[in-house]
């Protein structure tokens, strides 16, 4: 998550996330270049040094101040387009998890299990423990293995939601009566905070996404825990309708 007075992107926690901190960078040192280049002829204009008129009505400045932008937009382009690419990628993922946005909170579904999805509200402020984050932590967390290509189908049922991770460089609208796909690959284990990103409601601010990475054998603990608590659930029903 971001730290008070903080100047850069959050850590990345996945591939993609690291090609854009590069490419951040990449951009930023253009920028920085045109700007000192602008600046400088600024200055030496000011103090006549460039107000002759063999510089004023030189040709070879004309092809100059032509040729650089258009090289300098290549070179911002080029990995630029790259990196989109690299984002719409999706091969072979290990799992698949649906997530549906609804006013106000989250519902995922593990696609690849039976039976296997839930809820997950923000914590209220008087429930969090020492530690969690107000306004960033729920009461169910998207628990996922790490160094395993994850696909998140986003969705949403009553409005337009925007399902984002900084951390894992993330960002999918949620659209009603559309699929949306986007992937990633966590590289590390960690819990990545995450907010919908689109303009909800008025409780906007208050459904958080919070994604845990752990090893697979941890996942996979998980897993079966959740499914005995939804098996158990299931026949207790059951029981109580023979009952009635």
Request: with cysteine; proline share 6%.
């Given at each position: 998550m971001a730290h008070p007075s903080q100047l850069g992107f959050q850590d990345a926690a996945s591939p993609v996330m690291e090609e854009l901190l590069h490419f951040h960078d990449h951009a930023l040192m253009i920028v920085f270049l045109i700007s000192t280049l602008v600046l400088y002829i600024i200055v030496a204009m000011v103090s006549t040094k460039l107000t002759n008129k063999y510089i004023l009505d030189s040709q070879e400045i004309e092809i100059v101040w032509t040729v650089l932008p258009a090289v300098i937009l290549?070179?911002?382009?080029?990995?630029?387009?790259?990196?989109?690419?690299?984002?719409?990628?999706?091969?072979?993922?290990?799992?698949?998890i649906k997530a549906m946005g609804h006013q106000w909170y989250w519902s995922y579904e593990y696609t690849d299990y039976e039976d296997l999805g839930f809820d997950s509200y923000m914590t209220p402020t008087k429930d969090l423990t020492p530690g969690q984050f107000r306004l960033l932590e729920a009461d169910f967390r998207m628990v996922v293995p790490m160094e395993s290509p994850i696909r998140v189908l986003v969705s949403a049922e009553d409005?337009?939601?925007?399902?984002?991770?900084?951390?894992?460089?993330?960002?999918?609208?949620?659209?009603?009566?559309?699929?949306?796909?986007?992937?990633?690959?966590?590289?590390?284990?960690?819990?990545?905070?995450?907010?919908?990103?689109?303009?909800?409601?008025?409780?906007?601010?208050?459904?958080?996404?919070?994604?845990?990475?752990?090893?697979?054998?941890?996942?996979?603990?998980?897993?079966?825990?959740?499914?005995?608590?939804?098996?158990?659930?299931?026949?207790?029903?059951?029981?109580?309708?023979?009952?009635?």
């Open positions: 290549v070179l911002i382009a080029l990995p630029s387009l790259r990196i989109l690419y690299l984002m719409d990628e999706i091969n072979d993922p290990h799992l698949t409005v337009l939601h925007s399902w984002a991770v900084p951390s894992l460089g993330v960002k999918m609208d949620g659209v009603p009566g559309r699929l949306n796909q986007t992937a990633f690959i966590a590289s590390r284990p960690g819990v990545f905070y995450g907010q919908c990103s689109e303009i909800c409601g008025a409780n906007h601010s208050f459904m958080p996404i919070v994604v845990e990475a752990v090893p697979l054998e941890h996942f996979e603990f998980w897993s079966s825990v959740l499914l005995d608590m939804a098996t158990m659930e299931e026949v207790t029903l059951m029981m109580d309708e023979d009952m009635c």
